[in-house]
């Protein structure tokens, strides 16, 4: 499956933005889909997961309360919804596939499938 990953912007600190994966060649019905992100000089974060397994959602604790992953099976997206936006989430934010375990799903190295990055640029 290809992902492509949009809805990056320029957005003032408290703002909001919706970001989308969308798949082809596949649908993300049978994959753990997560969201990660990278600043520059800094290792990539895990952002949040929609889990296949459970169908459960999970997320990082610094976007915990703000951020919102969902599934859109009509349209075979998956959505994250960033609200309260800080300038500490200006990154490039990655879509993924994959089958990690519950207990591993914040590990990048887990999700076999990327999509290309959208810049999320949130400014004071």
């Known amino acids: 499956v290809q992902l492509q990953a949009s809805g990056g912007g320029l957005v003032q600190a408290g703002g909001s933005l919706r970001l989308s994966c969308a798949a082809s060649?596949?649908?993300?019905?049978?994959?753990?889909v997560g969201w990660f992100r990278q600043a520059p000089g800094e290792q990539r974060e895990f952002v949040a997961a929609a889990a296949v397994q459970n169908m459960r959602t999970y997320y990082g604790d610094s976007v915990k309360g703000r951020f919102t992953i969902s599934r859109d099976k009509a349209k075979n997206t998956v959505n994250l919804q960033m609200d309260s936006l800080k300038p500490e989430d200006t990154a490039v934010y990655y879509c993924?596939?994959?089958?990690?375990?519950?207990?591993?799903?914040?590990?990048?190295?887990?999700?076999?499938?990327w999509g290309q990055g959208t810049q999320v640029t949130v400014s004071s």
């Open positions: 993924a596939a994959g089958r990690p375990i519950i207990s591993a799903i914040s590990d990048s190295r887990l999700y076999g499938n």
């Open positions: 060649g596949g649908t993300f019905s049978s994959y753990t």
